[in-house]
């Protein structure tokens, strides 16, 4: 089993950046392929991006490809989501999820509480 915590939401101004993390229990951590995930108010949950669990592959939303990038650092049980040239429409809540399922398959079998980010115009 897999605990998830996320961290580093906040407010910022369009066109800044953000760097989300997600803290993940455990000593399995690389054996899981993660994904971020977002949901704004009055809509639904939406893929954001995907990273193997080797971290040798990652794959992105059209909506925010170029601006966001996924990684992890498998030492250190943690997800990142590195968020550039951030935009009014990327204000949404921000979820970690894993994975021992297939790699860009649509099932997750843990989740994070998530992290609220808000982008000011």
């Known amino acids: 089993q897999v605990q998830l915590v996320e961290s580093g939401g906040g407010l910022v101004q369009a066109g800044g950046s953000l760097r989300l993390a997600c803290a993940a229990s455990?000593?399995?951590?690389?054996?899981?392929?993660m994904g971020w995930f977002r949901q704004a108010p009055g809509k639904e949950r939406e893929f954001v991006a995907t990273?193997?669990?080797?971290?040798?592959?990652?794959y992105h939303a059209d909506s925010v490809k170029d601006r966001f990038t996924i990684s992890r650092d498998n030492a250190k049980n943690t997800l990142y989501l590195q968020m550039n040239s951030l935009k009014p429409e990327d204000t949404a809540i921000y979820y970690c999820?894993?994975?021992?399922?297939?790699?860009?398959?649509?099932?997750?079998?843990?989740w994070g509480q998530g992290t609220q980010v808000t982008v000011s115009s």
């Open positions: 455990g000593r399995t951590f690389s054996s899981y392929h």
């Open positions: 990273i193997m669990s080797s971290g040798g592959y990652t």
């Open positions: 999820a894993a994975t021992n399922k297939a790699f860009l398959g649509d099932e997750y079998d843990y």
